[in-house]
């Protein structure tokens, strides 16, 4: 009797430990929250009382499923039920911190202020993962820009065009353009490009004549009277998406302290331009230091090179590599005067 007792105890004893085992081993199965703000409920039906409430980017742990909903519980200890469809994985999660700390060191080309709210995607593409979003006005600093097809609504087939020859084909896919962008938070992701505007002045703006602008950097000021102006260098591009360059035009604003006015210290147009842009200062001999920035451009047969300028005030010239001939810089190229003027001219 003594030793079935004895055998009954251990067993309970191995089972409890059994147990014990399967609960620390079995990992707690977490998500992100997705929605700006979304309601918790005491169950899933068409009336229901509200539980709590969570925000964008909050982790929850899940309890359960139900179809379309999951039982969930807050870092605060709150539990209810959500709509799935509000949720993203760990691994999303996890997947833009990557994206972040990957681009964590590139350089900013321009700032944006979003005029809708929009989701921030982790591919530049309508159907790809989205987890935080951006509240209309909000600050973005832009870093890369990117082209993908626009999806045509209800998964219509595209039209079909009639070549020269009378063959048939599709309509070549329409693009749009999206800026992968960081937040005041940091958050880190895609944007669409039609949901941004470039914050510039407008005193610059108004000379755009018609181009999109993509990037906008202050090289440096000036002292007019008793106030500090900038001077910028903005790069310009057709203002249609899906292009196959970042920007083909560079345009500098200088201020004109006797007329206080900007002008066009320098143009070139007709670049195959990639991003990034970046800025630096560096000494010359007899200028001292001066305001430095460097495009990137393609070449004839595909190649990116390093184009370096600069700015002497109100002066741009190009700073040539060792070895490089003033006659061979991008023969397409256009430049404007040096003291030209900033007022905005007709297009002929």
Not at 236 to 262: M, S
């Amino acid at each position: 009797m003594r030793l079935r007792v004895k055998s009954c105890l251990l067993l309970l004893l191995a089972a409890g430990l059994f147990s014990d085992c399967s609960r620390i081993r079995t990992p707690q199965e977490i998500a992100y929250v997705s929605a700006p703000q979304a309601f918790l409920r005491d169950q899933v039906a068409a009336i229901y009382n509200k539980t709590g409430t969570v925000k964008n980017g909050e982790v929850v742990q899940i309890l359960g499923r139900d179809r379309r909903f999951a039982r969930v519980r807050t870092s605060t200890g709150v539990e209810g039920w959500l709509e799935q469809r509000y949720l993203v994985t760990k691994q999303t999660y996890d997947a833009f911190q990557k994206l972040a700390e990957q681009v964590h060191n590139d350089p900013v080309q321009a700032t944006a202020l979003a005029h809708n709210q929009t989701n921030i995607h982790l591919q530049a593409d309508r159907d790809a993962e989205h987890l935080y979003q951006v509240d209309q006005g909000a600050k973005l600093s832009l870093l890369k820009r990117a082209s993908s097809e626009k999806p045509l609504p209800g998964g219509q087939a595209r039209a079909v065009t009639t070549g020269k020859e009378g063959q048939s084909a599709p309509a070549p896919p329409t693009m749009e353009d999206w800026w992968l962008i960081r937040d005041e938070p940091g958050h880190v992701g895609w944007v669409l490009g039609r949901m941004l505007d470039v914050d510039i002045p407008l005193e610059i703006a108004q000379y755009a004549e018609g181009q999109r602008t993509v990037a906008s950097f202050v090289l440096d000021q000036v002292t007019d009277g008793d106030k500090k102006v900038a001077q910028y260098l903005v790069l310009l591009t057709e203002n249609k998406d899906g292009l196959p360059f970042d920007f083909n035009q560079i345009r500098v604003f200088t201020w004109n302290v006797r007329r206080h006015r900007y002008e066009t210290a320098y143009r070139e147009r007709n670049l195959n331009g990639v991003l990034p842009a970046t800025l630096s200062h560096e000494t010359f001999e007899k200028e001292g230091d001066l305001p430095v920035f460097v495009v990137r451009v393609r070449d004839e047969t595909g190649k990116v090179i390093e184009r370096k300028y600069k700015l002497n005030t109100p002066i741009v010239r190009r700073v040539l590599a060792p070895g490089e001939q003033k006659e061979g810089v991008n023969h397409r190229s256009s430049v404007v005067g040096h003291r030209s003027s900033g007022r905005a001219k007709k297009k002929r």
